[in-house]
């Protein structure tokens, strides 16, 4: 019986053991295997699934890297459609906007470049589908058309964005994506100033459900 005991209570004591050594496993080390398995962007707006990560500066949440693609991906359309803006428009406003959208995306892609590589985060490399219908409605549109749907589309663009900057700003607990949010917080107020510097913002079409002026 003794001899019984002394087996049954082994087999509890190393189960028990066993427990104990796997939550002891920090849980960043499988984040790492996943994040490192990662290749292609999400899609804007998804949840990669790799949950939350230890960085050097600090933990980096989906929410975190969801933000730091979208500020990639504003600057992969709204650079050509500022340098579009810059040698298509009449109104000197229109140039304008041009000129700030082009030196704003480019110090803002400088950084969320650095910030991609520093924490790890996949970056997408061309605009999204819509971001590219955007686009192509510009290249279709000619005259006092375009220079109102290029102001339109820009417009709604930022202020969504800029919502988005304030509650990343005010949550986030790593210092580079609230040093980016930060930067691209001054960037977007800008460029949202000189659009509607232009006169041709139709505030009331700014909804989602509103289509754009044309």
Known sequence: MATRYSIASGVVITALALTLIALLVPVDKFGSSRATAAVAAPAAGDDDGLGTVSTAYGPLTAADRDFVRKVRLAGLWELPAGRQAQQRGTRPAIRTAGD??????????????????ALGIDLPNQPSAQQQDWLGQMNRAKGDEYERLFTQLLRRAHGKVFGLLAGIRAQTRNSMVRALATSANATVLDHITVLEDTGLVDFDGLADNVPPTK
Request: aromatic share 0%; proline share 0%.
């Open 100 to 117: 700030h959208l082009v030196d704003g995306h480019t110090e803002l892609d400088r950084q969320v470049i650095q910030v991609g590589q």
